[in-house]
């Protein structure tokens, strides 16, 4: 495929998904109408199969809008809480939420959340913040849909993203503990060697990672196998497009979010057909609340971002290729990374046993890596019967990964203020003059 081809794809879906935005925003205003209808005649059939077919017609395409958060409120040890978004920092690329809880102090340990970069916007986590915000003060990355920045903001490359980690870290600030999920484990562990090289005081408080790619050469998945299969110069033949001239990111290249939610939809694309029977059937039968529930998973999985091509491209020959991280050949801005700088803080690592994107021992390798790290500092995790996303989602995350990960950071937390404390009386008794 030429990029010509490749462009004229791009605004061809997009022109087709513009002749169809009536139709599904015409749904979506008559749907709430047509269930308030069904209270006057609770027994129509036609306003159920109306209703119905009006839900799945407003589901039918994608949305390139971030999503809400809906996050208002979250019950803590003291009660229920008060949740107000907040933006503390930004650049063309990405703002840092914070999601600060009204009127709770101290509102916990303060923990950046790193969301991967990928065809989902970051609300994709709105469960695993939901969770932390229970007993810590949280601060999440917002990546911004680059099909709507303009090219004069410059390209978005993996140095970029590391960039942007190392900047929030310090715009938050010594004792900020990090983490973060799938694809960013790599950028956010080269972050924090960086900072520790350099003897940073914002460097991390903690590093927790869940269910990386930082060494693909184990158990590799079918992702994994897929990226090693055809050369890099496939992928940007086949894969990288420019966004259409109405958006403002127009001619930007980029790996657009249609072309990924495609390939992740095929993989199961029985499952999704299912799911849509099922939906139409719950509406049908009145069962809104088993409707409502796929029609909101939905709603998130159809939200789709695009990716800058120099770093979709960079991060498979780099990561998924050729590994560059693990055999120690990973350069941020000119200079080599080098994990085994990190010396302090501690290490939790957390993998799912049934995972098919990161293959068990993947996130593992982080360890090995960071070898000058005190052996009580590392702490690693495999949940049984979880697969990629029951890691930082659903009931195995909040009932048996997140109060291993709360006392992993609390512990922390206390070693690091037990060691100011200390340094601060240590300097109290040093003589004046």
């Keep these: ?237 086949n894969l990288i497009s420019v966004v259409p001239m109405r958006c403002r990111g127009a001619f930007r290249r980029v790996y657009p979010g249609y072309l990924q939610i495609s390939a992740f939809m095929s993989m199961n694309m029985d499952k999704h057909q299912d799911s849509f029977r099922a939906m139409y059937g719950h509406f049908l039968e009145g069962e809104t609340v088993k409707a409502h529930g796929i029609r909101d998973f939905y709603d998130e999985y159809l939200a789709t971002m695009d990716l800058p091509a120099e770093f979709y491209l960079q991060t498979v020959k780099k990561v998924f290729q050729e590994y560059h991280l693990p055999q120690g050949k990973l350069h941020y801005a000119g200079r080599l990374v080098r994990p085994e700088c990190i010396r302090d803080g501690g290490l939790f690592t957390v993998e799912g046993e049934k995972d098919d994107i990161c293959g068990l021992g993947q996130t593992h390798a982080a360890h090995a890596l960071c070898s000058q790290l005190p052996a009580h500092l590392h702490q690693h995790y495999v949940q049984e019967g979880a697969g990629h996303y029951g890691v930082f989602n659903g009931r195995r995350w909040e009932q048996q990964i997140y109060p291993r990960i709360r006392a992993f950071i609390g512990s922390r937390e206390t070693a690091r203020r037990s060691g100011a404390e200390l340094l601060e009386q240590g300097r109290a008794q040093q003589p004046q003059g």
């Excluded at 791009?10 to 709430?32: F, I, V």
């Excluded at 799945?56 to 999503?67: C, D, F, K, N, Q």
């Excluded at 709105?126 to 390209?155: E, K, M, S, Y």
Aim: glycine content about 6%; charged content about 15%.
């Design 1 to 237: 495929m030429s990029p010509f081809s490749a462009a004229l794809n791009y605004q061809t879906y997009q022109n087709l998904s513009d002749l169809a935005l009536p139709a599904r925003l015409a749904a979506r205003q008559l749907a709430p109408w047509l269930q308030h209808g069904l209270g006057w005649f609770p027994t129509s059939v036609t306003l159920r199969r109306a209703l119905a077919a009006c839900e799945v017609v407003a589901l039918a395409g994608l949305t390139h809008a971030r999503p809400s958060f809906r996050i208002e409120q979250v019950h803590t040890p003291a009660g229920a809480v008060p949740v107000q978004e907040e933006v503390v920092a930004s650049t063309d690329f990405c703002s840092l939420i914070h999601f600060r809880k009204s009127g709770q102090s101290p509102a916990g340990p303060r923990v950046l959340l790193v969301a991967p970069a990928s065809g989902h916007f970051a609300t994709l986590l709105r469960g695993t913040i939901q969770t932390l915000l229970q007993d810590h003060d949280v601060f999440v990355t917002d990546w911004h849909n680059v099909r709507d920045i303009p090219v004069a903001a410059g390209p978005f490359d993996l140095d970029a993203f590391i960039r942007h980690v190392i900047h929030f870290v310090e715009v938050l600030g010594p004792g900020t503990h990090v983490m973060a999920v799938c694809q960013p484990t790599v950028p956010v562990l080269a972050a924090a060697a960086v900072m520790h090289e350099d003897g940073h005081p914002a460097r991390p408080a903690s590093l927790t990672l869940l269910a990386g790619p930082i060494d693909c050469r184990i158990n590799p998945t079918e992702v994994n196998q897929l990226a090693t299969s055809r050369p890099l110069e496939w992928f940007e033949k």
